[in-house]
């Protein structure tokens, strides 16, 4: 329940911001456009429609979408995250299951033996060129 609560205060949240940068966006100060950004990329991680609408916004303007695939790179992480999310071949949800680490042994609790290789030995660094 509190998850969900907080999924909708988000929701609101974003709506509000997106509401209040549409309202000032024709001022001769760019706050209402800095506004807009913020409240989509808070709906974006959030709502799967609002997330379908950028990527068929993005896939009926290439140009706009690969000016943010270019751009990437330059936007903070969760600015990269948002483009990606919206990529539109993409179909993943904002909280993607991540890959359980190789070498993870949960029978040696949190105290663990160290780095292993693989074959039980310590780990040894591995310089440029090496494998």
Do not use: C
């Amino acid at each position: 329940m509190t998850r969900s609560m907080f999924r909708l205060a988000r929701l609101i949240a974003g709506w509000v911001i997106v509401v209040a940068g549409a309202i000032l966006a024709p001022t001769p100060i760019p706050i209402g456009w800095l506004l807009l950004i913020i409240g989509f990329s808070i709906l974006v991680h959030e709502s799967e429609t609002v997330r379908g609408w950028v990527r068929r916004l993005r896939a009926r303007y290439p140009r706009f979408g690969l000016w943010l695939h270019r751009n990437k790179h330059h936007a903070p992480s969760f600015g990269r995250r948002l483009i990606e999310l919206t990529e539109p071949g993409h179909h993943g949800g904002p909280r993607a299951a991540q890959p359980a680490p190789a070498n993870r042994n949960d029978d040696e609790g949190f105290g663990g033996g160290g780095a292993t290789d693989g074959d039980g030995g310590p780990s040894q660094p591995r310089g440029f060129g090496q494998p």
